[in-house]
């Protein structure tokens, strides 16, 4: 099992009271210690207002991220879980892209999806097309990414997008980066992995993994892939502790951070991200559930830690206990 980690950058609340000129100097540190701790990647998510509800707190821009990281880090692959196609132009994006792997030295990963986060997307203006067109632009715009990393230029004249002869340089060092393509969506968003995507990123439950995989999998029977060609991946949230009492409080202490910020009723229902899932409690239990979902076929996960900003203990339990047993 390879190993990401989610640094905080303010989306899910995880850098409230520290003052926003002081946290990039904590996300530069937290990936810093992910390369000398050896996790695989680094990653950052693709939203502009925080959840679970929109508020003032700082959420810091995702492919800015990957450029500073892509400076700061030697190691590390980078990579964005997963970047909204509608929010650049995927021609744009390419470009973005591109760049920032030349700065990495060849370290990148594009996570990619549909875009969901209703509230973002009015605000700065995308309006909220139906999830069938978000999904039709998924499609063209990777199909236009590709192109452009792997020619150098790219021609299409798609319903949502269009580009004519359009310049990819530099490319990436490896003449394409890796294709992350998040999501669960069984109709389209699964046959559109089983197209193009390197690794898929989907439900991290035992019964949710299961059913999606056997649908990628059908999808890929459909149209000639190679199923275990394509990586599968799951994201986790984490709450670790030595006993199941600290395991407790940690969430209880989660769940009071997160309520001086949003109703309270609302930080309640936020903790069901948490509650059961495979990556909460004492390492014993997070190992032997991680070691279930491997035997699934998951063997890649990424990590989350809500409390990373302000306290590494959980981390540094995880990377004593957890990553060597399930390596």
């Given at each position: 099992?390879?190993?990401?980690?989610?640094?905080?950058?303010?989306?899910?609340?995880?850098?409230?009271?520290?003052?926003?000129?002081?946290?990039?100097?904590?996300?530069?540190?937290?990936?810093?210690?992910?390369?000398?701790?050896?996790?695989?990647?680094?990653?950052?998510?693709?939203?502009?207002?925080?959840?679970?509800?929109?508020?003032?707190?700082?959420?810091?821009?995702?492919?800015?991220?990957?450029?500073?990281?892509?400076?700061?880090?030697?190691?590390?692959?980078?990579?964005?879980?997963?970047?909204?196609m509608s929010y650049r132009n995927p021609m744009y994006l390419a470009k973005v892209a591109a760049t920032a792997d030349l700065i990495s030295g060849g370290r990148v990963q594009m996570g990619i999806g549909a875009g969901w986060y209703e509230h973002e997307w009015r605000a700065y203006g995308y309006g909220f097309p139906s999830a069938g067109e978000r999904l039709a632009r998924l499609d063209e715009g990777v199909q236009i990414m590709k192109q452009a990393w792997e020619t150098g230029r790219a021609t299409m004249a798609g319903k949502h997008y269009q580009v004519d002869d359009a310049i990819c340089a530099p490319q990436p060092v490896a003449g394409r980066l890796p294709l992350w393509i998040a999501g669960g969506g069984e109709r389209k968003t699964l046959r559109i992995a089983a197209r193009y995507a390197d690794y898929t990123n989907f439900d991290g439950t035992p019964d949710g993994f299961a059913h999606k995989s056997s649908v990628l999998q059908q999808h890929c029977a459909d149209?000639?892939?190679?199923?275990?060609?394509?990586?599968?991946?799951?994201?986790?949230?984490?709450?670790?502790?030595?006993?199941?009492?600290?395991?407790?409080r940690r969430l209880a202490a989660l769940e009071e951070r997160l309520a001086r910020h949003v109703p309270a009723d609302v930080a309640s229902a936020s903790l069901g991200a948490f509650r059961g899932m495979p990556a909460v409690g004492t390492p014993e239990q997070v190992i032997e559930n991680l070691s279930a979902l491997t035997d699934l076929g998951m063997s890649y996960g990424i990590f989350y830690f809500p409390d990373l900003a302000y306290d590494r203990s959980a981390f540094e339990l995880f990377v004593k206990t957890v990553m060597p047993a399930l390596r």
């Open positions: 099992m390879r190993f990401g980690l989610f640094i905080p950058q303010g989306w899910r609340l995880d850098l409230v009271d520290i003052a926003p000129a002081d946290q990039w100097a904590v996300m530069s540190s937290l990936a810093a210690a992910a390369e000398s701790t050896d996790w695989d990647s680094i990653w950052v998510y693709d939203h502009f207002h925080t959840v679970p509800r929109p508020t003032d707190e700082a959420t810091h821009e995702a492919w800015t991220l990957v450029s500073a990281f892509a400076a700061t880090t030697t190691r590390v692959a980078i990579g964005q879980m997963c970047t909204a149209l000639g892939r190679d199923y275990d060609s394509i990586v599968r991946s799951s994201n986790y949230n984490v709450i670790i502790a030595e006993t199941e009492d600290e395991v407790q």
